[in-house]
């Protein structure tokens, strides 16, 4: 049973243009959220994280939004670099329990030139 | 430099050994994880470890032992019971429990 689920296993943005991942959540008792990046052979780099009492999160050129009714959320990259071409996840974690997280599979992002 | 280091990053195994990743961390932080990641999936947590001298089973434990002797080392065993054992394997860390956790680099188990 995927609790966090990311249905784009791919995305390809020009360089340049706004970059948006989706992750879906089916745990109600989610409370806090994650963006991780991974480069191949490497372990993931923390992003950027909302928790549920807010609706948006902004950090230089990624910000994240919660709509917690669609237990949905998205990452947006603006605008989105070659560098930026990596794997990303999107994770969930219940009160209290901010280190067992739940990851989705992944959306590969190519940015193209 | 402060981080988590894992070794080796590739590893490879004959069917039925078992086989020890390492995990060491100068962070100073309380707890530990192990993840996998399969091709196609998210990263599903194996064992975690709150405290030195205590750890708890993730969600894929069967066929996995670990160790939580010092505060720094966290290996993990891949035994001959894992059926599945060839997956790309992720040691994290956090300040404690309700921190944000760093990853190490990762290790490849492949069986020969």
């Known amino acids: 049973d995927q609790q966090v689920k990311q249905n784009s296993p791919s995305l390809s943005v020009q360089e340049g243009r706004i970059s948006i991942l989706n992750c879906d959540y089916t745990?109600?008792?989610?409370?806090?959220f994650l963006w991780y990046k991974k480069y191949p052979a490497e372990g993931p780099t923390f992003l950027i994280s909302i928790s549920s009492i807010k609706d948006k999160n902004e950090d230089g050129r990624f910000t994240v939004f919660l709509n917690k009714s669609a237990k949905h959320l998205s990452l947006h990259i603006v605008p989105s670099q070659p560098g930026d071409s990596a794997v990303y996840f999107c994770?969930?974690?219940?009160?209290?329990?901010?280190?067992?997280?739940?990851f989705g599979t992944g959306t590969r992002l190519q940015v193209t030139l | 430099d402060g981080g988590i280091t894992q070794s080796p990053k590739y590893l490879f195994r004959k069917e039925g050994q078992n086989v020890t990743l390492s995990c060491e961390q100068n962070?100073?932080?309380?707890?530990m994880y192990w993840y996998r990641q399969d091709p196609g999936q998210g990263l599903r947590l194996i064992y975690y470890?709150?405290?030195?001298?205590?750890?708890q089973k993730g969600d894929i434990a069967e066929g996995y032992s670990v160790s939580r002797e010092k505060k720094e080392s966290f290996p993990l065993t891949v035994t001959s019971a894992q059926k599945n054992p060839t997956a790309f394997y992720l040691c994290a860390s956090s300040i404690d429990w309700t921190a944000d956790i760093s990853f190490g680099d990762g290790t490849r188990l492949s069986i020969l």
């Open positions: 470890s709150q405290i030195v001298n205590d750890f």
């Open positions: 994770a969930a974690s219940g009160t209290g329990t901010a280190s067992k997280l739940t």
């Open positions: 962070l100073n932080h309380d707890a």
């Open positions: 745990n109600s008792m989610f409370d806090y």
